[in-house]
């Protein structure tokens, strides 16, 4: 009877013994441990993003220094001064805007050269912070970029050599060569409305321009606001016809990062209820914006 009774307890025991164990094991592979335990934070990695260095934003203030693409060819937007070295427009000085707005100094700015080719993957690879260089927003480029509200209006028209037989984009027929930039929205537009014509394209502005007056060309389209810069340049070329399309510009930022771009948005409405954008605008383009 006593071995019986010790069987049982032993018995007993083991039981017990299993019922601790289990309470410490998986089921169907989800944790028993309970949430926001010790072990719990430990064995599940965080999915958000870490603090200080989450957003560009955080990366710009921690390394007090704004990072802009601008152009470096492109009169009263960005041109690259040959003789100090300084590049200088409007871009350049909206941007510098920018930096004095988020980080108190406009000096605390660097920046960097892209193309309308070369912008986009600069801004990817996080060698800049935002692109300011005559962007025109687009549904296509919303789908990679973030942007800010527009910054500036322009318009598509045609550079010509003056007493050049084209006066507007209804005059572009087959066998007519039209300069463009390549990454511009330019192309496509030119190639829409006149799709006979032969579109030759260059890597930048000024390489077009330098076609269009050595000859290799009957015309060269974009932006008026950019196409002024060049007749600045040499008064041998007229801007001609009524611009065909609308190039609202804008600042673009990587996709994501929404907390800039309320930023950059806030700072362009201060700049412009405070007269420092008229201002700007004026410095460059020669009159006030249309309202």
Request: aromatic share 6%; net charge positive; glycine share 8%.
């Amino acid at each position: 009877m006593i071995a019986r009774k010790w069987n049982f307890i032993v018995l007993l025991s083991a039981v017990f013994a299993l019922a601790g164990c289990a309470s410490t094991s998986t089921t169907g592979g989800a944790s028993s441990t309970p949430a926001g335990s010790p072990a719990a934070s430990a064995s599940a990695p965080s999915t958000a993003k870490p603090a200080g260095g989450a957003s560009v934003l955080d990366e710009i203030k921690s390394r007090g220094k704004l990072v802009v693409g601008v152009k470096y060819d492109t009169k009263l937007f960005g041109l690259k001064n040959p003789t100090g070295g300084e590049v200088e427009g409007f871009d350049v000085d909206i941007a510098k805007a920018l930096a004095k707005e988020i980080l108190g100094d406009e000096k605390k700015i660097e920046l960097k050269e892209v193309t309308s080719k070369t912008r986009i993957p600069m801004l990817d690879n996080k060698e800049i912070d935002m692109i300011v260089a005559t962007m025109t927003i687009t549904d296509e480029r919303k789908k990679q970029v973030e942007f800010s509200d527009v910054y500036f209006k322009a318009g598509q028209s045609l550079l010509v050599k003056k007493g050049s037989p084209i006066k507007s984009v209804a005059d572009i027929k087959k066998g007519t060569k039209v300069l463009a930039v390549k990454g511009a929205t330019s192309v496509g537009n030119i190639k829409a409305k006149a799709p006979e014509a032969t579109v030759l394209e260059f890597d930048n502005y000024q390489d077009a321009f330098s076609a269009l007056k050595a000859g290799q060309g009957d015309t060269l389209t974009t932006d008026n606001a950019i196409l002024y810069g060049m007749v600045a340049q040499d008064p041998n070329f007229a801007v001609v016809g009524e611009p065909f399309t609308d190039e609202p510009y804008g600042i673009a930022m990587k996709k994501g990062e929404t907390a800039l771009q309320t930023v950059v948005n806030d700072s362009l409405k201060k700049l412009q209820s405070n007269g420092e954008y008229d201002k700007l605008y004026k410095k460059w383009i020669g009159e006030a914006p249309s309202k």
